[in-house]
């Protein structure tokens, strides 16, 4: 069974880094067709992909967040990292790590509230 925990900060301040780390257990980051992913969901507002980094170690981007997001991994600790640069209030969300097989959502974490507040 895969297992996915999000971690990191619920509160950043405006114009600062959001950073949040999914660990896995259960299955090895770097499986072949395996995309380790980040979906978040706004008050409102409908799920949202964010990006994702693949068996490779290759990240892939909402072309509306490139330049401010950067997704990477950590082989090591089987985990893998999401950082949202100069964020505003709108990206205050609930901030999930998914693990995607080929493209499909299969596994969620249980989910982070993020809030963007001064």
């Known amino acids: 069974q895969v297992h996915l925990q999000e971690s990191g900060p619920g509160l950043v301040k405006p114009s600062q880094t959001l950073s949040l780390t999914c660990t896995v257990s259960?299955?090895?980051?770097?499986?072949?067709?395996?995309?380790w992913t980040w979906i978040r969901q706004s008050p409102g507002k409908g799920l949202e992909w964010m990006g994702a980094?693949?068996?490779?170690?290759?990240?892939y981007y909402n072309p509306s967040l490139k330049g401010r997001i950067s997704i990477s991994r950590d082989t090591s600790n089987n985990q893998f990292t999401l950082q949202l640069s100069s964020v505003t209030p709108e990206d205050t969300a609930v901030y999930y790590c998914?693990?995607?097989?080929?493209?499909?959502?299969?596994?969620w974490g249980q989910g982070t509230q993020v809030t963007v507040s001064s």
């Open positions: 998914v693990r995607a097989v080929y493209g499909l959502p299969w596994d």
């Open positions: 259960g299955a090895s980051i770097t499986t072949i067709y395996y995309y």
């Open positions: 980094v693949g068996y490779t170690g290759l990240a």
